[in-house]
């Protein structure tokens, strides 16, 4: 007698579990629903009418991402439709079809909020087998706000910060990754909940940075659903070098002569480095009378003493001008003064050259005659 007993037991649960598998098939909805604040969604939801079973009425209900589950459509075919007041959607909910049925209990949200966001259970009372439902997704998208950046950091052995890559209010959260051949790590990603209920995700990249790091290429990538392809932000870092520049920034007299194609005796007075100091420049003896001497000497002094004192000041770099932008920055004004410097060298070299050839003029006019006469010869002229 038992025996029959536990096989009709084990009879009825089969039956059960068949009726109520064939019974979830016949609910029918759409597993995932995406949408965007102030748009309208439609929920579906069909019912195939199995036969040997009855339909009561269909209910709405809605489990948000946070909150209470609650009911918020429900339509009975002899008690008609009720949206109950105290629901999140009260007011933006409806069924689609008016009246509607039992086989399509199809409801839209209107004017979509990222509260929205949730389960949606189709559910239908029945009788002999009890409740039946299905379950839709909404998903709530919004396009974050993305942004990029590098940091200004002093090359040493300890990790910090060099560069950081966030995005802001979307929904759902971002994935950011970073490509660069630089031997650093990424920082956890930090995610910040907001009140409207989107996601702001931040990462950071942290290096040991060394002088041969400045201007290495490091991207953040940025990945969303709402994007086709990830949003990229190419960046290059910026160290600054500890202490003073590096002596192959300091050469600015062999930049000079690579840059102008002069001769290196041209350049003989000109500072060697940044850090020197332009001297004056020294006064050239010539055979023209005492006259033309004192003239050289006005229109010399007159032409390049500013220069000189400019250079002369331009030409010392701070300790505190460590970043190699800084010392091209400084080296480049240099070069400028330096370049002016050698015009007016070579300005007066030609005004030297030109007073020689009227000295010579001037001698030979003197001389030419007295030569005819024969008082003196081409011997003492040449001495």
């Known amino acids: 007698m038992a025996a029959v007993s536990h ?39 069909q019912l195939t009418n199995p036969r040997n079973f009855r339909f009561t009425q269909v209910s709405w209900i809605l489990e948000p991402t946070n909150g209470e589950r609650t009911n918020i459509a429900v339509f009975h075919p002899q008690f008609g439709i009720n949206y109950p007041t105290k629901s ?22 209107k004017d979509l909020k990222m509260t929205d966001e949730g389960r949606y259970i189709c559910e239908y009372a029945t009788y002999p087998s009890g409740n039946e ?38 929904r759902p959260a971002a994935t950011i990754s970073w490509s660069t051949t630089l031997n650093g790590n990424a920082t956890t990603l930090q995610m910040t909940n907001n009140p409207d209920n989107t996601v702001t995700v931040q990462s950071q990249y942290m290096l040991a940075p060394q002088p041969v ?63 020197s100091k332009a001297e004056p420049e020294e006064q050239h003896n010539t055979e023209l009378s005492q006259q033309s001497q ?64 009227l000295y010579h003029i001037i001698l030979n006019n003197k001389l030419l005659p007295l030569q005819s006469e024969g008082k003196i010869t081409s011997t003492s002229i040449d001495e």
């Open 133 to 170: 439902q299905g379950v839709s997704s909404l998903i709530m998208l919004v396009k974050p706000r993305n942004m990029a950046t590098t940091f200004t950091v002093t090359a040493g052995n300890t990790p910090v910060v060099v560069a950081s890559c966030e995005s802001s209010n979307g």
């Open 7 to 45: 096989k009709c037991l084990l009879g009825f649960i089969i039956l059960c579990s068949l009726l109520t598998g064939s019974l979830a098939q016949w609910v029918k909805v759409e597993p995932e629903v995406v949408s965007y604040p102030g748009q309208t969604v439609t929920l579906r939801c």
């Open 213 to 275: 790091d400045n201007g290495k290429d490091i991207t953040c990538m940025v990945s969303h659903r709402t994007m086709p392809q990830p949003e990229t932000f190419p960046m290059k870092l910026i160290v600054k070098r500890k202490g003073p520049p590096p002596p192959e920034c300091l050469n600015s007299t062999k930049i000079v002569q690579d840059l102008l194609g002069v001769d290196t005796s041209v350049l003989d007075g000109i500072p060697e480095g940044l850090e």
């Open 294 to 357: 004192e003239k050289q000497f006005q229109h010399r002094k007159n032409a390049s003493s500013t220069p000189n004192k400019a250079a002369a000041k331009k030409t010392q770099i701070s300790s505190s001008a460590v970043t190699r932008e800084e010392v091209l920055e400084l080296q480049m004004e240099v070069l400028q003064l330096q370049k002016t410097k050698l015009q007016l060298e070579i300005e007066k070299l030609k005004k030297e050259k030109e007073n020689q050839d």
């Open 88 to 109: 999140p959607v009260a007011g933006r909910v409806g069924f689609v079809l008016n009246p509607p049925t039992l086989d399509n209990p199809s409801i839209q949200i």
